[in-house]
């Protein structure tokens, strides 16, 4: 960031003295060019760091459910249809710079939400999409005592998170996730929660 905002001004300091001395006007593109995806960075506070790509993980106990799972660039799909989650809370944090996050859940499964997106989409596990940019994502409601209860902590720079079950999400790579015809309506989570 640092070395493109010191090339944005460089562009800048001979625009200026070019225009005193003429022909510096072909500087403004090189500048834009810079600037403009630097300006978008800069506004949602993008980290891309650490793993790029399209990662798949399937933990296998609860405590790998609470470890969490963190991608700097791409496409995550965690996938926890085959954890048997105890009585109680357990929190999942998962974090992407850039991209999708996919959490797939069994039938039934009571989640909630806690989710920062800086620019994106939130598409909750009972239907529906909520987006747009300084996303802040509280699911709170009553949780039956001794009942299983799934927390997701998620931290999105640029992307989606979507939580839902095999029935909702269809097909592979990004942009697979959307509302099939021939799925079943999911139900609404604070009913399941009870």
């Excluded at 106990?61 to 496409?75: C, K, N, P």
């Excluded at 996938?79 to 069994?106: A, F, S």
């Excluded at 039938?107 to 920062?116: E, L, M, N, P, Y």
């Excluded at 697979?176 to 989570?189: F, I, K, N, T, Y």
Aim: glycine letters at 16%; one cysteine or more.
């Amino acid at each position: 960031g640092i070395a493109v905002a010191g090339l944005v001004i460089a562009c800048g300091i001979g625009m200026v003295a070019g225009a005193f001395r003429g022909g510096a006007r072909w500087l403004a593109l090189p500048a834009l060019v810079l600037a403009l995806p630097l300006g978008a960075v800069a506004a949602t506070d993008l980290d891309v760091r650490g793993t790029w790509g399209e990662r798949h993980f399937v933990p296998a106990t609860v405590a790998e459910v609470e470890d969490g799972y963190e991608m700097g660039l791409g496409e995550m799909r965690v996938d926890l249809r085959n954890v048997d989650l105890p009585p109680g809370r357990t929190t999942l944090p998962v974090k992407i710079g850039m991209g999708e996050i996919q959490v797939l859940i069994p039938d039934g499964t009571c989640v909630t939400t806690d989710a920062d997106i800086s620019m994106g989409a939130y598409g909750p596990p009972d239907g529906g999409e909520e987006g747009g940019v300084d996303l802040e994502i509280e699911d709170r409601f009553p949780i039956a005592a001794g009942r299983p209860e799934l927390h997701l902590v998620a931290e999105i720079g640029l992307g989606a998170l979507r939580v839902g079950n095999s029935a909702v999400f269809v097909g592979d790579g990004f942009g697979g996730w959307h509302d099939d015809a021939q799925a079943p309506v999911p139900p609404v989570m604070r009913e399941v929660c009870r």
